[in-house]
């Protein structure tokens, strides 16, 4: 997520049920018993004194494993994103008990508390892997206490300033999603583009990628304009557009429901034929295959095909529907076994092999970090059609 985003509910009701992810510790009761001494005489002993009895050493915080890796969850549980904080933990249960997996112990902390004070925590009591957290300004302020640790962080983010110093993003980036839509955009021989951007960082990060992915696919941005997310603005951005050079397609970089709003004033203002182009938000709309005014549109995003069987289960165990971002934490786990093959356990977690060049694969389908940190994502360009959702090209199956 970027920086101070709310995760967007999941249209079903909220999580009411929130399980428990802490360790249940055993108490250990130490009984003392009373020695009868014998009557008999008083002459001493000549036995050996019994040896003393070590004091038993209490260790602070979460008992010692010594037969499974250490990982922590860092995820909001309280607050405004508890509900999608929730989701992701449930989605890690998820994959341990798929997996039948025993190697691996994951801890849940509240980010909501303060996410550098649940890292600490988490790096005090053992754990040699973070999984999360959830928002941007949360990584940046648990990486370098986890990188003078020596503890990797795998985090859900997408905020790509985010990355590096032992940081892994695994969010899904905005650039990657824009450059696939307008690639495929080029390959159906459309070769001039309009932009219609929100204020903000989202904004100036997808503007950035726009401008950057059209030039790459040899196209020409006639026009790119940008609105404040308040009445009339995108209105008012749309008759600017109109005014400059005709362009075959479109990107509008929001959600699925400001671009059905917007793409009837695209119309009016004569951009009749124009395809409309979306991003990688458009894939958290449930409801975007009924939005009438999207027939035709484009967007590219992670694949949807295993993530349906993924929300049939998640339903029947929990009651309830996942937030579309979870399938991050249920991936995040599956990474995290394979590698944990060849990890020690009271190792250090091996670093290096999140870098694989073969990547990994999960519910999303393929992905792999580069040398930045951020997960770079085999996607797939879907269009809106007659009221369903048609792939109209799939996402490869790896890296070359």
């Not at 008999?40 to 003393?52: D, L, N």
């Amino acid at each position: 997520m970027t920086d101070g985003a709310r995760v967007r509910q999941p249209g079903k009701r909220l999580i009411h049920a929130i399980v428990s992810w802490g360790v249940v510790g055993g108490a250990m009761l130490l009984a003392g018993c009373d020695t009868v001494v014998p009557r008999g005489p008083t002459t001493p002993s000549r036995r050996p004194p019994p040896p003393r009895q070590q004091p038993v050493r209490i260790e602070p915080g979460i008992p010692v494993d010594t037969e499974r890796h250490r990982v922590a969850l860092l995820v909001p549980l309280s607050g405004p994103n508890a509900g999608v904080g929730q989701s992701l933990a449930n989605a890690t249960q998820m994959a341990l008990l798929d997996s039948n997996n025993q190697r691996i112990r994951i801890t849940t902390y509240d980010t909501n508390l303060g996410a550098a004070a649940a890292a600490q925590r988490a790096i005090a009591e053992g754990n040699r892997l973070i999984l999360g957290p959830l928002l941007g300004e949360d990584v940046r302020a648990v990486t370098p206490l986890a990188h003078r640790s020596g503890v990797p962080v795998v985090a859900f983010s997408n905020d790509s300033s985010a990355a590096g110093q032992g940081a892994y993003l695994m969010g899904y980036a905005p650039a990657q999603s824009i450059a696939r839509v307008v690639e495929y955009a080029k390959g159906q021989g459309i070769t001039s583009f309009a932009g219609l951007v929100p204020n903000g960082t989202y904004g100036e990060r997808a503007s950035t990628a726009f401008l950057r992915s059209v030039e790459s696919a040899g196209g020409q941005v006639t026009s790119l304009q940008t609105y404040q997310r308040v009445p009339g603005s995108i209105t008012a951005a749309i008759t600017k557009m109109a005014k400059d050079s005709p362009y075959q397609a479109v990107l509008i970089a929001d959600n699925a429901n400001t671009a059905s709003t917007a793409v009837p004033v695209l119309r009016r203002m004569g951009a009749g034929g124009a395809h409309v182009l979306g991003t990688e938000l458009w894939n958290t709309d449930n409801s975007i295959a009924s939005k009438a005014a999207l027939d035709g549109a484009w967007y590219a995003a992670v694949s949807n095909g295993l993530y349906q069987q993924y929300v049939a289960k998640y339903r029947a165990r929990f009651g309830n529907a996942p937030y579309r971002l979870s399938s991050l934490g249920y991936d995040a786990v599956l990474l995290t076994i394979r590698i944990a093959q060849d990890w020690r356990i009271g190792t250090p977690f091996p670093e290096r092999r999140l870098t694989d060049a073969g990547g990994f694969s999960g519910i999303d389908g393929a992905f792999r970090f580069g040398r930045d940190g951020v997960a770079e994502r085999a996607l797939e360009v879907e269009e809106i059609r007659g009221g369903s959702v048609v792939t109209v090209s799939p996402a490869p199956r790896g890296f070359e």
